[in-house]
């Protein structure tokens, strides 16, 4: 009869094997990034002529949207050639008459109220459209900071009528704020460091929700937002690859804000995970088959979408590993299990592989051990909590949105 020990290690073993794989898939990645970034940088002309933009700023309840607002008053894009809207779902009187202002004071900015959730944030921003004049849209969450030359930069690859979004990188201005956000912005970090790149070689860029621009005439094609979908950024995302279309990333940040609590950033990442894996189940037959993409694009696309695959397999490997070392019988100074220890883990420390060879592109080496520990402990939380929403996503079952909270507007308020 097989003992509970022998059935740890079994099960021990055999969810290894998967975590080797993402671990080895991992460090090609950081590998094929480098020589990426060794390659010629494409430089875009700006367009002969200058396209209106809409910058759209969907809010619920955040007077920190102000902030945002007014970095985009000072845009050193032609006042006649942009326009804000503020599509506001807020259900503070205070928050409403504090962004109304700017609509009563400026031209160029319009307020846009619902007295409804509908489609949450993808909703807000499909009413908002009979609003919008522009032949670009840009999208900024509320706490979002961008810089005065944010409009000039990403519409310079429209000047190429196939390209469709432009996507820049994500800064943080509260990372260093707890473990919590440590992680939160490493996670983000390595993906826009090293994944992003990649995706702009093989035109498989993800538009990420916000600091990105879109071309309408595109957006239409494919029918703009999907308000059943909680990553609805994805879904335009793959719609529009498939489509044929070119999606751009720019390495040039704009600040922004990530979760410090647990409640926060695990619900974030439950959304993210679920939503994605949803995206790839909604369009498995046309990521898989369809007419458009590429190999490497339909192995990146579902890296993107499946990857949290990963998240149960990490868990079990984590219980039953813990599990088979408490069952086992106890050795001291076995040099045998030592070196089965460390050669172990070295085959499944791709992601911490990773996340130096990010640090080390953003000169940030010196935030090796707070990652290290973020790694270990945050880490294996949110695998708890992506593993739910996997099987959720799995299953079909509905997991609801959720507006992550922003610390900021605790002091805007």
């Not at 000072?74 to 599509?87: C, Q, W």
Request: charged fraction near 20%.
């Amino acid at each position: 009869m097989i003992s509970a020990y022998d059935l740890t290690l079994w099960v021990y073993n055999l969810t290894i094997i998967p975590v080797i794989f993402f671990s080895v898939l991992f460090i090609v990645l950081s590998a094929i990034n480098l020589f990426v970034d060794r390659g010629p940088k494409q430089r875009w002309a700006m367009p002969k002529k200058l396209p209106f933009i809409s910058v759209q700023i969907p809010t619920f309840n955040d007077p920190i949207a102000a902030r945002c607002v007014e970095k985009c008053l000072k845009f050193d894009y032609p006042k006649n050639k942009y326009e804000i809207l503020i599509v506001d779902d807020s259900t503070s009187l205070e928050t409403q008459n504090l962004l109304k202002k700017y609509a009563n004071k400026h031209k160029i900015v319009k307020f846009i109220h619902r007295d409804n959730r509908n489609g949450f944030k993808p909703g807000a921003l499909k009413d908002a459209m009979k609003h919008t004049k522009g032949e670009i849209l840009v999208i900024f969450d509320a706490d979002w900071i961008p810089k005065k030359d944010f409009l000039k930069k990403i519409v310079r690859p429209f000047s190429d009528p196939t390209v469709a979004i432009v996507q820049s990188r994500q800064g943080f201005y509260n990372h260093k704020t707890n473990l919590i956000s440590r992680f939160a912005a490493y996670v983000l970090m390595a993906y826009h460091s090293i994944i992003m790149p990649i995706n702009q070689k093989i035109n498989s860029v993800f538009f990420c929700g916000t600091a990105g621009a879109i071309r309408r005439k595109h957006f239409d094609e494919v029918g703009g937002w999907n308000t059943m979908s909680i990553t609805e950024d994805a879904e335009l995302s793959v719609n529009l690859l498939l489509k044929g279309y070119k999606n751009v990333y720019l390495d040039f940040e704009t600040p922004s804000e990530v979760p410090d609590t647990f409640e926060a950033f695990i619900k974030q990442q439950m959304r993210w995970c679920y939503g994605n894996t949803r995206v790839f189940f909604d369009n498995a037959k046309r990521i898989m088959f369809g007419k458009g993409l590429s190999l490497k694009q339909r192995a990146m696309i579902s890296y993107i979408t499946l990857g949290n695959f990963i998240a149960p397999v990490i868990v079990m490997m984590t219980f039953f590993g813990l599990s088979g070392w408490f069952l086992g019988e106890p050795t001291l100074f076995n040099w045998g299990d030592i070196v089965e220890f460390f050669s172990r883990f070295a085959v499944t420390i791709g992601f911490i592989a990773m996340g130096i060879v990010t640090l080390a592109k953003r000169r940030k080496l010196n935030e090796f051990w707070p990652m290290l520990a973020s790694v270990f402990t945050i880490g294996i939380v949110i695998a708890v909590a992506n593993s739910y929403a996997f099987f959720k996503a799995v299953s079909g079952r509905p997991l609801h949105w959720y507006c992550t909270p922003k610390r900021a507007n605790e002091n805007a308020s």
